[in-house]
């Protein structure tokens, strides 16, 4: 496999940008702040293997019949691995990647922090009814007042935050980029930094509204784990999720100038690494013989809940869905099966899909930000293989 060599010009101002982000995001550490996630001394976890050949699997999407592999190649792909009924069926890699590199893997971060959460929750840390200030004292007196810890994991909070165009440079999920470090800056007028920009964001409806999405959230959730673990996130990360797992590799987390983790979208890991924190959350929470994370924090992912199913439908309209909802800060899409997922932009994922006892990794670097065409062509390349693999 011919390896990714870094581009002559690639640097701080336009490492996420196409052509040069395919090797970038293999490389975050040398291009931007980053702090060390340890995978701790322990032992790794094993992943039996028995190889199977999917790549000729038929994929119908828009009118058209695609193959599995066709489906990867025309979605950038860096890594897809699959998981299935106890071994790993596919393991594939691309464009020069490496079973050992890295990936940045923008919001599917988000999910691997709201585990966390549930870890402190579970041992009377975190309390989900509590505000945000209850548990962040530096928050009291700003719109965070009266926002359960619920609403941040359900991104139901009532922050002013437009994140909506990924193409507007004007836009607040454009120009944190610049407060958290992503970018260089080219304003004087923004916030120093994250907590900074966390306390001086206002509110321009009620906490406990409809859903909307808003990377921001998951920062301020990670100043709650921060607050209540009485540590920096990429420590507490470590000692009680990354070093339990099994993880095999040392995993990293983008941090802006004032040490903050960016928590919502700058963890990288490996492939293999991700895989392994799938199976324990297919697994409810365990890992061998120790309940790493309360299985009762993964039930509520398949609890059907009418009020998350009603505040995600103005999101979406999707009637292959009709149950779908944003909880805990992953994407459900049958809570009554267990199909849920974590995404991010430039195409990463991680899917859950318990009815197949099943866990896929897609690492990707797709040129835009966001592709519609090639997000859809994904899913149908995910059902298409959950369905083969639930008949086999």
């Known amino acids: 496999m011919a390896e990714l060599h870094r581009p002559d010009d690639i640097g701080l101002i336009n490492w996420i940008d196409p052509p040069g982000n395919r090797w970038a995001f293999r490389h975050v550490r040398e291009l931007t702040r980053t702090a060390r996630i340890s995978r701790g001394t322990g032992a790794v976890r094993p992943l039996a293997e028995t190889p199977r050949d999917m790549m000729h699997l038929a994929v119908a999407h828009a009118g058209g019949v695609w ?170 990360f470590a000692e009680d999720l990354w070093s339990r797992i099994g993880a095999e590799h040392d995993a990293d987390v983008i941090v802006d100038s004032a040490g903050f983790a960016l928590a919502e979208g700058g963890i990288c890991a490996t492939a293999r690494d991700l895989l392994r924190f799938g199976l324990m959350v297919l697994d409810d929470g365990r890992v061998g013989d120790h309940q790493l994370v309360p299985a009762s924090w993964f039930a509520r992912l398949r609890r059907r809940d009418q009020d998350a199913i009603d505040a995600f439908g103005r999101y979406t309209d999707d009637a292959e869905m009709p149950d779908a909802c944003y909880r805990d800060m992953w994407w459900v899409d049958d809570p009554a099966a267990g199909v849920f997922g974590a995404s991010g932009i430039n195409g990463q994922q991680l899917l859950i899909h318990r009815p197949t006892r099943t866990v896929v990794v897609k690492l990707s670097v797709w040129p835009d930000r966001w592709d519609d065409d090639a997000y859809a062509l994904t899913r149908s390349a995910m059902r298409a293989l959950c369905a083969e693999l639930g008949r086999s």
């Open 67 to 236: 193959t599995l592999g066709d489906v990867l190649a025309n979605t950038s792909t860096d890594a897809f691995l699959v998981w299935h009924d106890g071994a790993l069926i596919t393991e594939a890699y691309f464009e020069g990647m490496q079973a050992d590199d890295t990936h940045l893997l923008m919001s599917v971060s988000k999910s691997l922090t709201a585990v966390l959460a549930g870890i402190y929750a579970g041992r009377g840390m975190i309390h989900l009814d509590a505000t945000v200030p209850d548990h962040v004292r530096e928050l009291r007196g700003t719109s965070w007042e009266g926002c359960p810890i619920e609403y941040l994991l359900s991104m139901r909070s009532g922050t002013q935050f437009d994140e909506d165009d990924y193409d507007d440079p004007e836009s607040l999920g454009r120009l944190t980029e610049e407060i958290s470090g992503y970018v260089p800056r080219t304003r004087s007028d923004l916030a120093a930094d994250t907590p900074t920009l966390i306390r001086t964001l206002p509110n321009d409806r009620p906490h406990g509204g409809h859903f909307q999405y808003r990377s921001i959230i998951t920062d301020v959730l990670a100043w709650v784990i921060e607050s209540v673990g009485r540590g920096r996130f990429h420590e507490l």
